[in-house]
């Protein structure tokens, strides 16, 4: 039986489609083909399960995700600050000489900017676990709201350590337009009272995108992992994301 929706929900659908809501769009390219959509609309339908790739037991979400906000660096532009005091905490002390290599600074960098690590050709990237990161970013978020099944995670940085995987390891950014500089002051509360320093980034602009492959170990992760990427539109990837930089929509990819 087909269900008839009313043009006010018709126009929030196609409003929240415009905006990036992955769910908004199924439901109207649903009911464009004359779908019975009251399970979709209901929340009772796996809308996702048509664009999940799986191979030798293993489930593969490949995802677009577009920057809808300015993207700030987060590598040191000084290459002994990152040798010393970031290369050190990597997880696998063997990567430090490539990622110190690919930050690539030239001279007339201050030591106080952070940049985008870039390849041999010059083109800036993200590494794997800088997505990893936001996903258990937004985990630990979302595990405060008892309705989301984040909330049903326990340990879940373990899980996701052990059960989720983001590839490839360089991620190219595609930029949208030229790189530009952000410079915002940072205020800190110390015993000599407040302190004010000027902290200075790369940005790419909105529009910026990546495009990544999640390997789920386990099938349940599936739905939590579509809470964190929705979780993106507000609250991003990188540096000063409290402020919205960062923020993205994203699209699974078949």
């Not at 191979?55 to 590598?75: A, H, M, P, R, S």
């Amino acid at each position: 039986m087909k269900v008839i929706v009313s043009e006010e929900l018709k126009s929030r659908l196609t409003n929240a489609a415009s905006n990036g809501s992955i769910i908004a769009s199924d439901i109207l390219a649903e009911l464009k083909n004359n779908s019975n959509v009251t399970d979709m609309i209901k929340g009772n339908a796996n809308y996702f399960s048509t664009k999940r790739k799986k191979q030798d037991g293993l489930e593969y979400q490949k995802v677009k995700i577009v920057f809808t906000e300015g993207l700030l660096g987060t590598t040191p532009g000084d290459e002994e600050i990152y040798r010393n005091f970031i290369g050190k905490k990597a997880p696998d002390a063997s990567t430090i000489e490539d990622e110190v290599a690919a930050i690539g600074v030239d001279e007339v960098v201050e030591k106080g900017m952070t940049v985008f690590p870039r390849n041999k050709d010059g083109n800036p990237f993200l590494y794997d676990y800088q997505v990893k990161g936001f996903l258990k970013d937004a985990c630990s978020m979302l595990t405060r709201v008892k309705t989301t099944e984040s909330s049903k995670l326990r340990a879940y940085k373990k899980i996701i350590d052990g059960l989720v995987f983001v590839s490839p390891r360089i991620i190219p950014l595609n930029l949208s337009g030229d790189i530009t500089v952000c410079q915002r002051p940072l205020r800190a509360q110390t015993a000599q009272g407040e302190r004010i320093t000027l902290s200075i980034s790369e940005e790419t602009p909105a529009g910026t995108s990546i495009e990544v492959v999640i390997c789920l170990l386990d099938d349940a992760l599936e739905k939590p992992l579509m809470e964190w990427l929705e979780y993106g539109e507000l609250r991003g990837i990188g540096q000063w994301r409290n402020s919205g930089k960062g923020r993205f929509t994203y699209t699974m990819r078949e």
